[in-house]
């Protein structure tokens, strides 16, 4: 699209006050800048009569002045400094007009020091009453040349001094992190502490999908953006085009990806099926569309749009607002131009839409449909689709073929989301069978995986499009020779699981009565952190480099380390041997230690890793006590949908040294126990659904 055509409409975050007074924290967030649990603060503000007062928030939530309680930690010892990510955070957090309008004024800045470094170091180098009246005309000029002259930022609203050191220390943080790197932090933060208010895609799918679109793609449109993910992952693309009808995410979409690269951005705020932004001829065609949209809306327009042009293939259905969208997104394309979109799994089969389905299939502008296994995106109990589409080319002639690919199979570790879905494997696969379904119209067939299926075949009175129910079963458990081997590995398995069945427990001691617990002086984690026998990191799952990610499914399920790093300019941190890891969510008391074939990998989000002085604590006595279920349950506060261990409250005894390792022997002898019994359980269950399929399709005989 050419740049002198911005959209027609553009998003206008509505004005914010100014922060007119001091960032403020709660009680919580008092503890995390001191390192302690709550109830610590709860203490210190009994004990203490020189703690703040409370300045906000309510009697049974109060908040306090950032600056005096940091005073106060310092002057108690408390704190040497408090981070400055966490600095900029507060600011964020405690701004009047909300934590949007406080990201959108920060990425504006770090967008000025990122384009126009020496205008932003004149504009700093003065006054903070100086550099506010300095700073409106400055980012309203950046903001223009990066977004149009109708840029969707609207930051030539009245900044007052008081806003600006915010400003300076986003600044400060840029110099620390990247421009791009802070805004993505702070981002981050609020995406983390408001998990319910926004869908979200996994930056794993968002570079599957960018890789369907193809390596040519320069430009790129998507029509639903949400905070700009997949936008993001389309590299070399030399403009992007976003369209949300909330005002506020297309503002940080816009940001995010100005803070990317250089490539020009255009967003607007508007509904897309209702108000598009970059209609034709208005706006050029594009090379490609991505679009994670919204499942199952029935207010999406059908009345008021029944005689759009987009309709090429049919008015869709009331109950069929995906296809609204497919029909948008082909609208926009360059003639053999390619759309991306995740869809529902009922999209494929409802009978409503079966005369649009028919129709992209007779006219070659569906090329593909993926099944991607549940986790792969929210909501992450579904196993959602991909539709792949193609603008049809005039004179080309359709495809024979469909190409589906069901990639239920590969669903053996963690995805991009929060459910089950071995993510390598499923990118592998797919990107696999559309590159040769791309070079010949065609695909090798893989059994119970992929099938190219003549489109002739799919035109019944259904035309459904669900995978699995047109790809051959693969061959039961592998075949014959394969079921002996799983039978064989079982029996292994369990001689083994045998011999390392625990001893039973010996006699109580004769001085205390039978099932009286050992009194052993105790101590916690967090008392251990303080005295420097073990460091506490929290897992992030980004960073830069290409290790692996070691995820809470992992942890919980004994497997390796099968997560991929989101994007970040900040270097992951790595496990290492000995490291034991923690889930944070779950109420499951679970604790695995680091061996050599999981050390290397990247801390994963929803995961807490204790780093102990080996010379102080033994790694298998540490893991040990943390799983106790009474410690556990002491350990853990309750919301309305989950569990939350706080790490720091679990407690362990106070051993000698050499008493740990008789205790960190025994609970390594446990943990290889187990680990026999879930190789077991999974063996068993491959060799008996193996027998069923084979049984039933007659690859097994009964006799």
């Not at 809306?297 to 029944?306: F, K, V």
């Not at 394969?482 to 390392?500: G, N």
Request: glycine content about 8%; aromatic content about 4%; some cysteine.
């Amino acid at each position: 699209m050419p740049e002198q055509k911005p959209p027609t409409e553009a998003p206008a975050v509505p004005a914010a006050p100014e922060a007119a007074a001091a960032p403020e924290v709660t009680a919580a967030e008092i503890a995390r800048l001191a390192g302690v649990g709550r109830a610590a603060v709860s203490n210190w503000r009994r004990r203490h009569a020189d703690f703040p007062r409370p300045v906000g928030g309510t009697e049974t939530s109060p908040s306090f002045a950032l600056a005096a309680v940091t005073d106060w930690l310092r002057a108690q010892g408390k704190l040497a400094e408090v981070p400055l990510r966490e600095r900029v955070w507060q600011y964020v957090a405690s701004h009047p007009g909300g934590s949007v309008a406080a990201l959108v004024k920060a990425g504006s800045a770090l967008l000025l020091v990122r384009d126009r470094p020496m205008e932003w170091l004149e504009a700093s180098a003065v006054s903070d009453e100086r550099m506010a009246a300095l700073l409106v005309p400055a980012l309203d000029r950046v903001l223009t040349l990066r977004f149009g002259p109708a840029h969707p930022l609207g930051a030539a609203e009245p900044l007052r001094p008081a806003a600006v050191p915010f400003l300076r220390a986003a600044a400060e943080l840029a110099a620390e992190l990247g421009t791009r790197g802070a805004f993505e932090f702070l981002l981050g933060r609020h995406l983390e502490a408001n998990p319910r208010q926004y869908t979200l895609t996994p930056d794993g799918l968002a570079t599957l999908m960018a890789a369907l679109a193809g390596p040519a793609v320069r430009t790129v449109l998507d029509p639903a953006c949400g905070t700009g993910t997949l936008l993001r992952a389309v590299s070399g693309a030399t403009a992007r085009y976003a369209q949300d009808s909330s005002p506020e995410l297309a503002a940080l979409a816009a940001l995010r990806l100005a803070l990317q690269s250089d490539a020009p951005v255009r967003a607007a705020a508007a509904d897309s099926l209702r108000a598009d932004a970059f209609a034709r001829p208005a706006a050029e065609a594009v090379d490609a569309v991505l679009c994670h949209p919204p499942f199952n809306e029935r207010n999406w327009g059908h009345e008021e749009l029944a005689y759009d042009p987009r309709w090429e293939y049919g008015l869709p259905a009331r109950a069929e607002s995906e296809l609204a969208w497919v029909q948008h997104a082909l609208a926009h394309l360059r003639d053999g131009g390619t759309a991306v979109l995740l869809m529902p799994p009922a999209a494929a089969a409802r009978r409503s839409g079966r005369r649009i389905r028919a129709d992209l299939l007779r006219r070659g502008a569906l090329r593909a449909v993926v099944a991607l296994p549940a986790g792969a995106a929210p909501p992450y109990g579904i196993p959602l689709h991909l539709w792949v589409l193609r603008r049809p080319a005039p004179q080309a002639a359709p495809p024979s073929g469909l190409l589906l690919v069901d990639t239920a199979a590969l669903a053996d570790g963690p995805g991009p989301g929060s459910g089950r879905a071995g993510w390598a494997a499923v990118h592998s696969a797919v990107e696999e069978a559309w590159t040769a379904y791309e070079r010949g119209g065609t695909a090798p067939d893989v059994p119970g995986v992929r099938r190219v299926v003549p489109v002739v075949d799919l035109l019944d009175d259904d035309v459904d499009l669900t995978p699995a129910r047109h790809l051959p079963p693969p061959a039961a458990g592998g075949g014959v020779a394969e079921l002996t081997a799983v039978r064989d590995r079982l029996d292994s398995t369990l001689t083994r699981a045998a011999r390392l069945t625990p001893p039973a427990p010996p006699a109580d001691a004769k001085d205390r009565p039978a099932g009286t617990p050992a009194r052993l002086p105790l101590t916690t984690v967090g008392e251990l952190a303080r005295a420097g026998a073990l460091l506490l990191y929290t897992g992030t799952g980004s960073g830069a480099g290409g290790a692996p990610v070691l995820t809470e499914y992992d942890v919980s399920a004994g497997t390796g380390p099968s997560g991929t790093l989101a994007d970040a300019l900040e270097q992951p941190l790595l496990t290492a041997p000995g490291d034991v890891v923690v889930p944070l969510t779950g109420g499951a008391g679970v604790a695995r230690v680091v061996d050599a074939a999981t050390a290397g990998a990247a801390l994963g989000r929803g995961l807490q890793l204790l780093r102990p002085d080996t010379a102080a604590l033994d790694p298998w006595f540490l893991a040990g006590f943390l799983r106790a279920t009474a410690n556990n349950r002491r350990a853990s506060s309750h919301a309305s949908t989950t569990t939350r261990l706080d790490v720091r409250r679990l407690e362990l005894p106070r051993l000698p040294r050499t008493e740990q390792e008789v205790y960190g022997a025994r609970f390594r002898a446990l943990a290889e126990f187990e680990d026999a019994l879930r190789l077991a359980a999974r063996l068993g269950e491959q060799l008996v659904q193996g027998l069923y399929d084979g049984l039933s399709d007659g690859t097994v005989r009964p006799d």
